[in-house]
């Protein structure tokens, strides 16, 4: 199975940024999610985080939130997501991540969570709301296998964003405002300065940038102080509103992958 890391390097290697798209597994509609999946690596998105839907998603703004609330009444949940990943994977090499909640996992078993996501191509997993000091309890031997991506955000410390580079493992997720996901930057100087001061202290691992980056002026604006960048509201809101073939949010995917080549 491809390592994230050095599937980032590589990319890294030959004067481009990565692009990471988040979608909400099984939205907007869990008959075609994943050919859309497809359609959307196939547009330029080297790597894809598929959140499982959660009806408390305390990370995430409304637009994710409603994209969640849709697909949990759509009947998806994390062995649905397991299946799409594992039907994803028949069709790509490029790096699938699981991102998601605590409770969900809890509820279905750690050890059982972590062996599916083996089994079924899983790259690495992002759950937001274990702290590093609940690491080694959450993360336990059967992740041993799968990278487990920790986030830092504009409050984290010099000392604990070392910690978290040392026990993260594929990057570390960037959080590039204090809030939820789809929020606009109010500062973006504060945010680049943020950004510069979390890439310097970084050794270990690749540094992404998410949250807030909504276009490609984002995109040009935090590219260059990172290794790559995640884009999730803004595709699930264009996704809100598009045609059945998906066109203006591959248009977007586009535009942004050629943004930071």
């Given at each position: 199975?491809?390592?994230?890391?050095n599937y980032i390097s590589n990319k890294n290697s030959k004067g481009e940024k990565v692009l990471s798209v988040f979608?909400?597994?099984?939205?907007?509609?869990?008959?075609?999610?994943?050919e859309l999946a497809l359609k959307i690596l196939d547009a330029g998105a080297d790597m894809l985080e598929i959140g499982?839907?959660?009806?408390?998603?305390?990370?995430?703004?409304?637009?994710?939130?409603?994209?969640?609330?849709?697909?949990?009444?759509?009947?998806?949940?994390?062995?649905?997501?397991?299946?799409?990943?594992?039907?994803?994977?028949?069709?790509?090499?490029?790096?699938?991540?699981?991102?998601?909640?605590?409770?969900?996992?809890?509820?279905?078993?750690?050890?059982?969570?972590?062996?599916?996501?083996?089994?079924?191509?899983?790259?690495?997993?992002?759950?937001?709301?274990?702290?590093?000091?609940?690491?080694?309890?959450?993360?336990?031997?059967?992740?041993?296998?799968?990278?487990?991506?920790?986030?830092?955000?504009?409050?984290?410390?010099?000392?604990?964003?070392?910690?978290?580079?040392?026990?993260?493992?594929?990057?570390?997720?960037?959080?590039?405002?204090?809030?939820?996901?789809?929020?606009?930057?109010?500062?973006?100087?504060?945010?680049?300065?943020?950004?510069?001061?979390?890439?310097?202290?970084?050794?270990?691992?690749?540094?992404?940038?998410?949250?807030?980056?909504?276009?490609?002026?984002?995109?040009?604006?935090?590219?260059?102080?990172?290794?790559?960048?995640?884009?999730?509201?803004?595709?699930?809101?264009?996704?809100?509103?598009?045609?059945?073939?998906?066109?203006?949010?591959?248009?977007?995917?586009?535009?942004?992958?050629?943004?930071?080549?």
């Amino acid at each position: 199975m491809i390592n994230i890391a050095n599937y980032i390097s590589n990319k890294n290697s030959k004067g481009e940024k990565v692009l990471s798209v988040f979608l909400t597994s099984g939205f907007p509609d869990k008959n075609n999610f994943v050919e859309l999946a497809l359609k959307i690596l196939d547009a330029g998105a080297d790597m894809l985080e598929i959140g499982f839907p959660f009806s408390d998603p305390l990370a995430d703004g409304p637009i994710i939130q409603h994209s969640s609330q849709i697909a949990l009444e759509n009947g998806i949940n994390i062995q649905k997501t397991f299946n799409f990943i594992e039907d994803i994977r028949k069709h790509t090499d490029k790096p699938l991540i699981m991102m998601g909640y605590a409770n969900p996992v809890l509820s279905f078993g750690t050890k059982r969570f972590a062996e599916t996501a083996k089994n079924t191509g899983v790259n690495g997993v992002i759950i937001p709301d274990i702290p590093i000091e609940e690491y080694e309890n959450f993360f336990n031997e059967e992740f041993s296998n799968l990278d487990t991506i920790l986030l830092v955000t504009p409050t984290t410390s010099n000392d604990r964003i070392k910690l978290i580079d040392e026990k993260s493992s594929g990057f570390v997720y960037c959080v590039s405002v204090s809030g939820t996901t789809g929020l606009k930057h109010q500062n973006k100087f504060t945010s680049v300065e943020f950004i510069k001061r979390t890439y310097s202290v970084i050794k270990k691992n690749k540094t992404l940038v998410g949250f807030g980056i909504s276009n490609e002026e984002d995109a040009k604006t935090f590219a260059p102080f990172c290794d790559g960048i995640i884009v999730g509201s803004a595709v699930i809101s264009s996704l809100m509103n598009d045609d059945k073939g998906n066109s203006k949010t591959l248009k977007l995917i586009k535009k942004l992958k050629g943004t930071i080549i």
